[in-house]
């Protein structure tokens, strides 16, 4: 399995952009589906973006909206979401996860992933 680190969460206003990273270790990072999905109060997990391991194709939760952006560096093993444009509805703890989903449309949900980061809290103030 590969380990998940992330980091980049914070506090920040409506209007306001964040980066979050997520730092690999362990298999092949290369050969993964790099996800990220988010967990509000109260709340299912929730698909948000997810990019492909060769071609780097991405895919969006239909409430990004183009607001946020997925993408990977192999030579670094790590996967960042950008995040433009944040909502207060956007809090949420943000969690990476590292599968090997098979087919796009199984990148969706959390369980076609089984390597998973600790969480890193966002929060978007009004």
């Known amino acids: 399995q590969v380990q998940l680190v992330e980091s980049g969460g914070g506090l920040v206003q409506a209007g306001d952009s964040l980066r979050l990273s997520c730092a690999a270790s362990g298999r092949t990072f290369s050969n993964y589906v790099m996800a990220w999905f988010r967990q509000a109060p109260g709340k299912e997990r929730e698909f948000v973006a997810a990019v492909t391991s060769s071609t780097s194709d991405t895919f969006y939760g239909d409430f990004v909206k183009g607001r946020f952006t997925i993408s990977r560096d192999n030579a670094k093993d790590t996967v960042y979401l950008q995040m433009n444009s944040l909502k207060a509805e956007d809090t949420a703890v943000y969690y990476c996860?590292?599968?090997?989903?098979?087919?796009?449309?199984?990148?969706?949900?959390?369980?076609?992933?089984?390597?998973w980061g600790q969480g890193t809290q966002v929060t978007v103030s009004s």
């Open positions: 996860a590292a599968g090997l989903p098979g087919n796009s449309r199984r990148y969706f949900s959390d369980r076609s992933y089984d390597c």
